[in-house]
Nanobody
Framework: QVQLVESGGGLVQAGGSLRLSCAVS????????MAWYRQAPGKQRELVAY???????NYADSVKGRCTISRDAAKNTVYLQMNSLRPEDDAVYYC??????????????WGQGTLVTVSS
């Protein structure tokens, strides 16, 4: 069974930094695409950033210039470095991966979420 294991959330003061990690657990053929989403209380889940297997990245306007997504392909792990955090960044952050299983199936896998709290 393929799972995503997230870590790195926590409480940080405004202006501070956090680094989130998300590792693919289980046997897969290939990871095509990994992304970070977030969901604040009472709001819809939104895309924060994604990175493709070719290293192409994209960011939500709200985090551009403050966040960097990267991946270690050998470890099937994606990172989200978040700097200059603001109270509006408060949310549960979810990792998502689009993978190819060893049997050739397309898989979309979500992590359990990690809470980021920014104090003002």
């Amino acid at each position: 069974q393929v799972q995503l294991v997230e870590s790195g959330g926590g409480l940080v003061q405004a202006g501070g930094s956090l680094r989130l990690s998300c590792a693919v657990s289980g046997t897969i053929f290939r990871v095509n695409f990994m992304a970070w989403y977030r969901q604040a209380p009472g709001k819809q889940r939104e895309l924060v950033a994604y990175i493709t297997s070719n290293g192409i990245t994209n960011y939500a306007d709200s985090v551009k210039g403050r966040c960097t997504i990267s991946r270690d392909a050998a470890k099937n792990t994606v990172y989200l470095q978040m700097n200059s955090l603001r109270p509006e960044d408060d949310a549960v952050y979810y990792c998502k991966a689009n993978c190819i299983s060893t049997s050739g199936r397309n898989l979309e896998v979500w992590g359990q979420g990690t809470l980021v709290t920014v104090s003002s």
